[in-house]
Structure formats: structure tokens, C-alpha cells
């Protein structure tokens, strides 16, 4: 068993390769989408903000999601 760490706000993110379609739909997202983690709801939805969207953050799955590994920021994992 691993324990992985879950998502917190400030977490530089991407939506995972090979997904077909996300949870709660794409919107003006793509495979190749950056984005900060600027909310985590209690249902476990995470608030993704992307560069280019104005307004409303996009709401993810934490399945459709993983950590982006190119961000420069130091995520201190366990």
C-alpha cells in the first residue's frame, strides 16, 4: 500500500494524459492546461484556476488530475 498525498490549495496541477472525458466536463480545458489549486471542497472537488480563465475557478475531479512535476515549486511530500 502507498500513501499518497492528497491536493491542497497552491498546488500546481494538470489534467492527466489519456483522460477521455473529466468528471464534470471540459470546458475550455485541454491536455496540455496548467493550472493552481485555489479551493478544495468538502465533497473532496478541487477548484482549479487557469491562467487564461477569467472569473469562476473549473471544477475537477481529484481523478482527472495530477500534480504537475514541471512546476518549479517544492511540494514537501511525506
Known sequence: MVRVRPFRVGDKVKIKEGLITPR??????????????????????????????????????PADVELDESSTRNTGLW
Open 24 to 61: 464534470w466536463g471540459w470546458g475550455m480545458e485541454t491536455h496540455a492546461s496548467r493550472g493552481e489549486i485555489v479551493g478544495v471542497d468538502a465533497n473532496g472537488k478541487l477548484r482549479i484556476k487557469f491562467q487564461w480563465r477569467e472569473g469562476r475557478p473549473w471544477i475537477g475531479d
